[in-house]
């Protein structure tokens, strides 16, 4: 499963980050990096962008981000 389909309230870990050049390591300086539990917190009306929580912080980041990166089942 991918973080963009994680329902709001839900926790998983993350298993791998995707995408290339600037936009993965862009993620991965954000602290979305494997082995890392993420939590979605909120999701804007329209359902973008998503709100998570991880490492004791707040992000939102761009539904089509989310779905680069692949959750533990």
Do not use: F, H, N, W
Not at 8 to 15: F, P, W, Y
Not at 24 to 37: A, F, N, V
Request: charged share 25%; with cysteine; net charge positive.
């Amino acid at each position: 499963m991918t973080l963009d389909k994680l329902p709001v309230g839900k926790s998983a870990v993350i298993s791998a980050v995707g995408g290339e050049g600037a936009l993965r390591c862009r993620l991965l300086d954000m602290g979305l990096i494997p082995g890392t539990k993420i939590t979605v917190v909120k999701l804007a009306p329209l359902g973008d962008p998503i709100g998570l929580s991880l490492r004791g912080y707040e992000l939102s980041i761009r539904k089509d981000d989310a779905g680069k990166i692949t959750l533990e089942d």
